[in-house]
């Protein structure tokens, strides 16, 4: 069945580091994927997404890049700040329409 | 825009007690989704429905049923709670089918203790 690894935390960064959050799939077909953020007491927020090999989505200065090949949809930021402190989750959406999340990986952002 | 609303936001039980969770969204999607979220699982689908009267298990649906007698409304329902359905619930609906317009909406989550 569909399923979505992603690293586990939590990951502790300085503010103005470069963060990175792997993420792999499997899946039948050729899935959307998407990546969504959790803050602290909230509900999830699409945070980006991509729906076909090599698109890449960005938002919020984050960025992912669809890759076939690898089967991956990495998360990256240049230069996080405090309030990116948050629960990061990578999902894909396949046939059949259900929405598979990974395990989440918990930022904290220290200043 | 309300978007997705669940009802209650908390709440306790005890054992054994039944309750229904609520999920209404007010974007005309036809799918809509429960999760629960339990820490270090990250979430995991508990029932789904394409459209209005249909419904189907995703990976957790024991001892849980759900009802989608309209097509705005999702109702979640646990007929003899226990402890290990302690969780935060969390409902999400969706436009039908892939593509850009597929993203899910999640509600606030609804925190259930079952003492």
């Known amino acids: 069945g569909d399923s979505v690894t992603q690293m586990e935390g939590p990951v502790t960064l300085s503010e103005e580091a470069f963060l990175t959050i792997n993420c792999t799939y499997t899946?039948?077909?050729?899935?959307?994927l998407f990546w969504y953020v959790q803050y602290p007491g909230e509900g999830l927020q699409l945070l980006l997404k991509a729906t076909k090999a090599d698109d890449k989505g960005s938002n919020k200065g984050f960025e992912a890049t669809y890759r076939k090949e690898t089967t991956s949809f990495h998360l990256e930021k240049g230069s996080v700040q405090v309030s990116d402190s948050a629960v990061y989750f990578c999902a894909l959406k396949a046939a059949g329409n259900k929405l598979t999340f990974g395990g989440g990986t918990r930022v904290l952002v220290k200043p | 825009n309300a978007g997705v609303t669940q009802t209650p936001k908390f709440r306790v039980l005890k054992t054994g007690q039944s309750m229904t969770l609520l999920c209404a969204q007010d974007?005309?999607?036809?799918?809509m989704y429960w999760y629960r979220q339990d820490p270090g699982m990250g979430l995991r689908l508990i029932h789904y429905s394409v459209g209005e009267g249909t419904t189907a298990k995703g990976e957790v649906p024991d001892g849980y049923n759900v009802s989608r007698l309209k097509k705005q409304n999702f109702l979640l329902g646990l007929e003899s709670a226990a402890p290990s359905q302690t969780s935060v619930y969390f409902c999400a609906s969706s436009y039908r089918g892939q593509g850009a317009n597929t993203e899910a909406f999640f509600g606030q989550g609804t925190r259930l203790t079952v003492v």
């Open positions: 899946a039948t077909g050729y899935p959307s």
């Open positions: 974007m005309n999607h036809e799918y």
